[in-house]
């Protein structure tokens, strides 16, 4: 029952912590064109350059970011070479064992069954 009571509390948690989540992205915009309106006649650019000016640097980050990811993804991932590598070994340490040794139908070839 306590397990069960348990479980029900994280969902719940969960659940919260997606709506809190959800509502902090969606507020983002709220934030960008209230800065705009603030912003809005300093150094001479209205509401909707400020606005373009913000999507731009958004735009730019966000390009940045995935480039940058992508070049740690490409310097670090090895894929399955390590995998492949001990397969390989495997193998061969296979081919060796089996490869050297009397099949069953030699060893009943012999016997003159």
């Known amino acids: 029952m306590e397990l069960g009571a ?3 509390d994280i969902r719940r948690l969960v659940v919260a912590i997606v709506v809190a989540a959800l509502l902090l992205l969606i507020s983002v915009p709220v934030l960008i064109v ?3 309106d603030l912003l809005a006649g ?3 650019i209205d509401r909707t350059g400020w606005l373009l ?3 731009a640097t958004l735009v730019v980050a966000a390009a940045a970011t995935a480039w940058l990811g992508w070049r ?3 310097s670090r991932f090895v894929g399955l070479e390590e995998t ?3 397969l390989r070994e495997d193998v ?3 081919e060796r064992r089996w490869g050297k ?3 069953p139908t030699d060893k009943n070839a012999g016997e003159g069954v």
């Open 84 to 86: 492949l590598e001990v």
């Open 6 to 8: 348990a479980v029900t």
């Open 72 to 74: 740690g993804f490409q």
């Open 34 to 36: 209230a800065g705009a």
């Open 42 to 44: 300093l150094f001479d």
């Open 101 to 103: 040794a009397e099949s």
């Open 92 to 94: 061969a340490w296979a």
């Open 53 to 55: 000016i913000e999507f």
